[in-house]
């Protein structure tokens, strides 16, 4: 098993950029979550799918956040225009029996 | 709402030693009690869960019980090794608030050889 993969790992980008981060759960897996890692504010539950439909999405900071998910294999996470305190770790996890989640190794993202 | 309680770190042990982090929580119903693990430059890991009251997570020489009485959840390990040098996190569940995972800030551990 692959386990949960995210890309890219590493972001750098400049503020006002678009960012893109793509998440594949585990095969099989019918709920994901998106989580984001400061040292201010620990891990946050941005938003989760069920069956790819958004059911949660309250821990989306603003609108600037936007989250899809177009198929049971994959998911995206999209901050636009980015800013520099929307810099951090993002992690991604998958779960089929509602109870253990899996995590992917996280997206470590640098706005400048 | 939900909540999860962890002793702040870091806790920095010798090797051998006895490991306790402390977590206690906040919330209504019955939920599911974690510890996840982060080492270095990685993501979380499960470390070990308890679904219900009096139950015992173990995995790996760290246990902890779930005690609905005292609403705690600490993680133990009788002797700590180098390689479990890490942040542990305590995480809660709650079918009354959806299938999302409820985190404590985490606490840092450096055991020292």
């Known amino acids: 098993d692959a386990g949960v993969i995210q890309s890219p790992r590493h972001e750098v980008t400049e503020m006002g950029q678009e960012v893109t981060l793509r998440c594949k759960p585990i095969?099989?897996?019918?709920?994901l979550f998106w989580y984001r890692q400061t040292m201010m504010r620990g891990l946050e539950l941005l938003i989760y799918?069920?069956?790819?439909?958004?059911?949660?999405d309250s821990g989306m900071p603003e609108d600037r956040f936007s989250a899809k998910m177009p198929n049971a294999s994959f998911s995206t996470l999209k901050i636009q225009p980015s800013e520099p305190r929307d810099s951090a770790v993002y992690f991604c996890?998958?779960?089929?029996?509602?109870?253990?989640?899996?995590f992917g190794p996280g997206t470590r993202l640098l706005v400048l | 709402g939900d909540s999860v309680t962890q002793m702040e770190g870091p806790v920095t042990l010798s090797e051998e030693a006895f490991l306790t982090i402390n977590c206690t929580y906040t919330?209504?119903?019955?939920?599911?009690l974690f510890w996840y693990v982060q080492y270095p430059g990685e993501g979380l890991q499960l470390l070990l869960k308890a679904t219900k009251a009096d139950d015992k997570g173990s995995n790996k020489g760290f246990e902890a019980t779930y005690r609905k009485e005292t609403t705690s959840f600490h993680l133990e390990k009788g002797s700590v090794q180098v390689s479990d040098s890490a942040v542990y996190f305590c995480?809660?569940?709650?079918?009354?608030?959806?299938?999302?995972?409820?985190f404590g800030k985490g606490t840092s551990l450096l055991v020292t050889p």
């Open positions: 799918f069920n069956n790819n439909v958004p059911i949660d």
């Open positions: 919330a209504t119903g019955y939920p599911s």
């Open positions: 095969s099989g897996h019918n709920s």
């Open positions: 996890a998958s779960s089929s029996t509602q109870e253990t989640q899996y």
């Open positions: 995480a809660l569940r709650n079918s009354n608030s959806g299938y999302a995972l409820n």
